[in-house]
């Protein structure tokens, strides 16, 4: 394996710009797990937090208005260093069209806005996916030279393999500066990329975890998170960016609703804690969702008989749940 070489920056990159940039790069290109990574990664010494950006942020997800920082928050830092590396060249997928499929988060001790996180951001894996082949992004934080934090999020490229000749469309949440292709509607109300078989919807005898929260998802959500986070994919934000990219009406952002799944379960700050989710299908805007959750899992569902999976995902600690 080649040793990964690391770029020191000096300001974070612009979101919009890299992942335009990435589009662009990914003209031609052919998926493959046997591809070659480029073996970079991406260093900011010291992250810029807005504590203003980080309310706001906290309002629109469902956080707490005050101390610690949000446990998604470094993400929506570190986003912009992972699409520059997405966007490039030498990155063997396309962006446009890569969906975030999953993600698992520790926290080793709580953050505050004041803190000066060093970031590092860096592509360590491809893996073969039953839809084709994903991409292993890992963000990790430190302070003072300690790790504190780190995210690892798998991005996936559809492409055939021998599992999906003849399968149900996949699940996921187009994260990435990516689209679905258009025309990929499998329901009366489902979206493009929505399944109708074991990805999204309940399988026959699994039970729903017990409700503990319903939400009514406003039109404008998509602009709102876009406004925190800088994520301003036309998929979220009108119906009228979100048609022409194969979607009947905007649909939010993958990471809101993961966001505000965790915001809701209240992971204990003052220890260290992990919570992973897996993104099923994605939320069309406006619409009513329900969070349930048993012992350390969770799920956020929709639909018009609430047995459509948009998330599915666990919150656990060293000492137990």
């Given at each position: 394996?080649?040793?990964?070489?690391?770029?020191?920056?000096?300001?974070?990159?612009?979101?919009?710009?890299?992942?335009?940039?990435?589009?662009?790069?990914?003209?031609?290109?052919?998926?493959?797990?046997?591809?070659?990574?480029?073996?970079?990664?991406?260093?900011?010494?010291?992250?810029?937090?807005?504590?203003?950006?980080?309310?706001?942020?906290?309002?629109?997800?469902?956080?707490?208005?005050?101390?610690?920082?949000?446990?998604?928050?470094?993400?929506?830092?570190?986003?912009?260093?992972?699409?520059?590396?997405?966007?490039?060249?030498?990155?063997?997928?396309?962006?446009?069209?890569?969906?975030?499929?999953?993600?698992?988060?520790?926290?080793h001790r709580a953050l505050r806005p004041h803190d000066r996180l060093e970031l590092t951001v860096g592509i360590p894996r491809l893996l073969p996916h039953r839809r084709?082949?994903?991409?292993?992004?890992?963000?990790?934080?430190?302070?003072?030279?300690?790790?504190?934090?780190?995210?690892?999020?798998?991005?996936?490229?559809?492409?055939?393999?021998?599992?999906?000749?003849?399968?149900?469309?996949?699940?996921?949440?187009?994260?990435?500066?990516?689209?679905?292709?258009?025309?990929?509607?499998?329901?009366?109300?489902?979206?493009?990329?929505?399944?109708?078989?074991?990805?999204?919807?309940?399988?026959?005898?699994?039970e729903a975890l017990p409700s503990v929260a319903e939400w009514e998802l406003p039109a404008d959500l998509g602009?709102?998170?876009?406004?925190?986070?800088?994520?301003?994919?036309?998929?979220?934000?009108?119906?009228?960016?979100?048609?022409?990219?194969?979607?009947?009406?905007?649909?939010?952002?993958?990471?809101?609703?993961?966001?505000?799944?965790?915001?809701?379960?209240?992971?204990?700050?003052?220890?260290?804690?992990?919570?992973?989710?897996?993104?099923?299908?994605?939320?069309?805007?406006?619409?009513?969702?329900?969070?349930?959750?048993?012992?350390?899992?969770?799920?956020?569902?929709?639909?018009?008989?609430?047995?459509?999976?948009?998330?599915?995902?666990?919150?656990?600690?060293?000492?137990?749940?």
């Amino acid at each position: 394996m080649t040793t990964p070489t690391t770029r020191r920056l000096t300001r974070s990159p612009r979101l919009m710009p890299a992942l335009g940039r990435g589009v662009l790069t990914g003209i031609g290109k052919r998926p493959s797990t046997g591809a070659p990574l480029p073996g970079t990664r991406l260093l900011l010494p010291a992250a810029r937090i807005d504590t203003g950006r980080v309310l706001r942020y906290a309002r629109v997800c469902g956080f707490r208005e005050t101390d610690p920082l949000p446990i998604t928050y470094p993400h929506i830092l570190g986003f912009p260093l992972a699409a520059r590396l997405m966007g490039d060249r030498a990155f063997p997928l396309p962006l446009l069209g890569l969906v975030h499929t999953g993600i698992e988060i520790t926290q080793h001790r709580a953050l505050r806005p004041h803190d000066r996180l060093e970031l590092t951001v860096g592509i360590p894996r491809l893996l073969p996916h039953r839809r084709g082949t994903a991409a292993e992004v890992v963000t990790e934080a430190r302070i003072d030279g300690e790790p504190v934090w780190t995210d690892r999020s798998t991005y996936l490229a559809r492409h055939r393999t021998a599992e999906t000749d003849g399968a149900p469309e996949t699940d996921g949440a187009p994260e990435a500066g990516g689209t679905p292709e258009p025309g990929r509607t499998t329901g009366p109300d489902a979206a493009p990329g929505e399944s109708r078989g074991p990805d999204a919807s309940r399988g026959a005898g699994a039970e729903a975890l017990p409700s503990v929260a319903e939400w009514e998802l406003p039109a404008d959500l998509g602009r709102r998170h876009a406004a925190v986070s800088g994520d301003y994919n036309p998929i979220h934000l009108h119906p009228l960016t979100a048609r022409p990219l194969g979607f009947p009406r905007a649909i939010a952002h993958g990471m809101w609703t993961f966001a505000r799944c965790v915001a809701e379960t209240g992971p204990p700050s003052a220890e260290p804690v992990t919570v992973r989710a897996e993104f099923r299908a994605p939320v069309l805007l406006p619409s009513t969702v329900v969070l349930g959750r048993l012992g350390s899992a969770f799920e956020l569902r929709g639909g018009r008989d609430g047995s459509r999976l948009h998330l599915t995902g666990t919150v656990t600690t060293p000492g137990g749940a």
